[in-house]
């Protein structure tokens, strides 16, 4: 357990790790020459008429650098990856990373690092530049534009898998959901062309207005606004994803400071409490401050009111602080309004180690470990202090 512990500390998963709820279940764990024959097989002489160039590549999690693709982008060229694979911190403990989280594309050296929030992704390159490909460091990424540092993992037999990647670069002015439509015909790469083609016309999912996704977890399908009351709240789904949205939220630390926020929480992704590794699945709500830490309030299974606990996950134990705001079934599917005395909750988390500012205001949403499912809404969330009021939702 020590090992799993480490390898996935040093994943860097900010405790919370996105595979995002679609239409079918896609068979991931095809083996690449499978995929590789799917693929090739249903591009019919139509569909390749619109290709500007086709390849299907195998990523090895034991493989640890950027892997250049051989395909050179043009601007406003549209390129579509679909996934199959997963890569493993335990085989014994079913504990594995989905091909979308494991993951990601660079255009050109030193560009913005992106994946998809899903098995299947369609992009638009913004320049023309070779598109590199990567899986999830074992360390962690240092920029958004794919440095990484850490270090080697221990050896693990017990780790390994990969990710298949197909990349269909397309000529400028294809329908792209169109081609999918037609490739979905072909039943071995139905389920991807499919749920690619249905991707598509939903339209691209982007966080709610003034916040941002996590940029290290990237983009995920878990959060939007929807109409509460006279207002609006963020509402969740997850199940066997991961994701981390933040808004930018300044207010001195001081005496008297206070969190607020309303939430409904329908039912819980973690069936176990929450405090280690394998179980480490949860809904909760976060402050980041300007010395890098943040603490999160959750909603546990089953762990008491006002336990507070580091991050389970070695690489952020002195990151991320946890403390249990309530507990338990009872209450859930009601709206609860929540005000703490954040002051007092970060001397008891961090002693007399204080930091100054709230930056930032987090709504955290992971089920990857247990691959259950979590939802829930949040609403009405201030921060308070010293006459000073700033409305975050």
């Given at each position: 357990?020590?090992?799993?512990?480490?390898?996935?500390?040093?994943?860097?998963?900010?405790?919370?790790?996105?595979?995002?709820?679609?239409?079918a279940?896609?068979?991931?764990?095809?083996?690449?020459?499978?995929f590789?024959?799917?693929?090739?097989?249903?591009?019919?002489p139509?569909?390749?008429?619109?290709l500007?160039?086709?390849?299907?590549l195998?990523?090895?999690?034991?493989?640890?650098?950027?892997?250049?693709t051989g395909?050179?982008?043009?601007?406003?060229?549209?390129?579509?990856?679909?996934?199959?694979?997963?890569?493993?911190?335990?085989?014994?403990?079913?504990?594995?990373?989905?091909?979308?989280?494991?993951?990601w594309?660079?255009?050109?050296?030193?560009?913005?690092?992106?994946?998809?929030?899903?098995?299947?992704?369609?992009?638009?390159?913004?320049?023309?530049?070779?598109?590199?490909?990567?899986l999830?460091p074992?360390?962690a990424?240092?920029?958004?534009?794919?440095?990484?540092?850490g270090?080697?993992?221990?050896?693990n037999?017990?780790?390994?898998?990969?990710?298949?990647?197909?990349?269909?670069?397309?000529?400028?002015?294809?329908?792209?959901?169109a081609?999918?439509?037609?490739?979905?015909?072909?039943?071995?790469l139905?389920?991807w062309a499919?749920?690619?083609?249905?991707?598509?016309?939903?339209g691209?999912?982007?966080?709610?207005?003034?916040?941002?996704?996590?940029?290290?977890?990237?983009?995920?399908?878990?959060?939007?606004?929807?109409?509460?009351?006279?207002?609006?709240?963020?509402?969740?789904?997850t199940?066997g994803?991961?994701?981390?949205?933040q808004?930018d939220?300044?207010?001195?630390?001081?005496?008297?400071?206070r969190?607020?926020?309303?939430?409904?929480?329908d039912?819980?992704?973690?069936?176990?409490?929450?405090?280690?590794?394998?179980?480490?699945?949860?809904l909760?709500?976060a402050?980041?401050?300007?010395?890098?830490?943040?603490?999160?309030?959750?909603?546990?299974?089953?762990?008491?009111?006002?336990?507070?606990?580091?991050?389970?996950?070695?690489?952020?134990?002195?990151?991320?602080?946890?403390v249990?705001?309530?507990?338990?079934?009872?209450?859930?599917?009601?709206?609860?309004?929540?005000?703490?005395?954040?002051?007092?909750?970060?001397?008891?988390?961090?002693?007399?180690?204080?930091?100054?500012?709230?930056?930032?205001?987090?709504?955290?949403?992971?089920?990857?470990?247990?691959?259950g499912?979590g939802?829930?809404?949040?609403?009405?969330?201030?921060?308070?202090?010293?006459?000073e009021?700033?409305?975050?939702?």
């Amino acid at each position: 357990m020590r090992r799993i512990g480490i390898i996935m500390g040093r994943l860097v998963l900010a405790c919370t790790l996105g595979a995002s709820a679609q239409a079918a279940p896609l068979p991931l764990d095809t083996d690449h020459e499978a995929f590789d024959t799917a693929v090739r097989g249903a591009v019919t002489p139509e569909v390749a008429q619109s290709l500007a160039s086709l390849k299907v590549l195998h990523l090895s999690a034991d493989h640890g650098r950027w892997l250049d693709t051989g395909l050179v982008t043009q601007a406003g060229q549209p390129v579509t990856w679909l996934l199959s694979g997963r890569v493993y911190w335990s085989r014994a403990l079913a504990l594995w990373l989905p091909p979308q989280l494991a993951l990601w594309g660079q255009l050109g050296e030193g560009g913005t690092i992106f994946n998809g929030a899903r098995p299947t992704h369609t992009f638009v390159a913004d320049r023309a530049a070779p598109l590199r490909l990567r899986l999830y460091p074992d360390g962690a990424w240092t920029s958004p534009n794919g440095q990484s540092v850490g270090e080697p993992a221990p050896v693990n037999p017990d780790a390994g898998g990969g990710v298949s990647v197909a990349l269909l670069a397309w000529k400028p002015g294809t329908d792209v959901a169109a081609q999918m439509s037609a490739l979905a015909r072909n039943a071995r790469l139905a389920p991807w062309a499919a749920a690619e083609s249905a991707r598509l016309a939903e339209g691209e999912h982007r966080p709610p207005a003034g916040w941002n996704d996590l940029w290290e977890l990237g983009r995920n399908d878990i959060f939007r606004r929807v109409p509460e009351g006279r207002g609006s709240a963020i509402e969740l789904a997850t199940h066997g994803d991961v994701g981390i949205l933040q808004k930018d939220a300044a207010i001195a630390l001081r005496p008297g400071t206070r969190l607020s926020w309303a939430w409904r929480l329908d039912s819980l992704p973690s069936p176990q409490p929450e405090a280690s590794i394998p179980t480490h699945d949860y809904l909760s709500i976060a402050v980041e401050f300007d010395d890098g830490r943040d603490l999160t309030f959750l909603w546990s299974q089953g762990l008491p009111v006002g336990q507070v606990f580091a991050c389970p996950l070695p690489a952020w134990k002195d990151r991320e602080t946890h403390v249990v705001q309530r507990s338990g079934a009872a209450g859930l599917g009601e709206w609860h309004d929540e005000s703490v005395d954040l002051y007092a909750a970060v001397r008891r988390a961090y002693g007399d180690h204080l930091p100054q500012r709230v930056v930032r205001v987090w709504i955290i949403a992971n089920s990857l470990f247990q691959r259950g499912a979590g939802r829930g809404r949040f609403a009405r969330i201030a921060l308070e202090g010293n006459g000073e009021r700033v409305a975050v939702e």
